[in-house]
């Protein structure tokens, strides 16, 4: 399965990570990178992290990170990745962003978020969408196999404020570019796989 893209979506706890593990071999050199990158103390989300450690192979590597993903898959060859997931690789990378604009105006985020207009909300959607094409170039280039784990964002109600629309839009923008160039798509429904693509 040398070079190929696989994506994965279903909803929260619908078993898509459980799935796009098992699809991977516990003996073969697999690089999980891991994008839930811990920043500052938070009980639950360190619990989901040791629960996810504890279902993955010893033999497997653990890559910690939501930045560049494209050099690092340049610079190293794995059997297969598992990007687990692209959801919180897009949040950290609109938040890391969103502090930075934050910084330079001197204003609180959240007002930063909330002013800004539909130019601005396309040059962030543009970078991230870069980084995306570039982790897919860099595993077309390297000849390297990906399964990339999503959220499937658009099945409930509109979110209620600004910064979560835009988050959601993005993540929805995001998996269908993925989805356009996945060589397979499955989407979980209550851990049952369903082929796509």
């Known amino acids: 399965m040398t070079g190929q893209l696989t994506l994965v979506t279903g909803g929260a706890k619908s078993g898509k990570s459980v799935f796009a593990e098992q699809r991977l071999s516990d003996d073969d050199r697999i690089c999980y990178i891991a994008?839930?990158?811990m920043t500052a103390p938070d009980p639950e989300m360190q619990l989901r992290i040791?629960?996810?450690q504890q279902r993955r192979s010893d033999k497997w590597t653990t890559e910690e990170r939501y930045?560049?993903?494209a050099g690092f898959i340049r610079a190293h060859q794995f059997d297969g990745y598992l990007l687990d997931d692209?959801?919180?690789l897009i949040t950290n990378r609109f938040y890391q962003m969103m502090l930075a604009q934050a910084d330079k105006q001197g204003k609180?985020?959240?007002d930063v978020i909330e002013?800004?207009?539909r130019?601005?909300?396309a040059q962030v959607g543009d970078v991230i969408f870069n980084d995306w094409d570039e982790i897919v170039a860099a595993l077309r280039e390297t000849d390297q196999s990906m399964f990339i784990v999503t959220n499937e964002?658009?099945?409930g109600i509109v979110p209620a404020t600004k910064q979560t629309r835009i988050l959601r839009d993005l993540y929805g923008q995001v998996n269908q570019r993925l989805a356009q160039a996945a060589d397979h798509v499955y989407f979980v429904i209550s851990g049952l796989p369903q082929k796509l693509k």
């Open 119 to 121: 130019d601005e909300i």
């Open 35 to 37: 994008t839930g990158v």
């Open 115 to 117: 002013r800004m207009g």
């Open 153 to 155: 964002v658009g099945l």
């Open 67 to 69: 930045e560049d993903v």
């Open 108 to 110: 609180p985020l959240d």
């Open 50 to 52: 040791k629960t996810h």
């Open 86 to 88: 692209a959801t919180m």
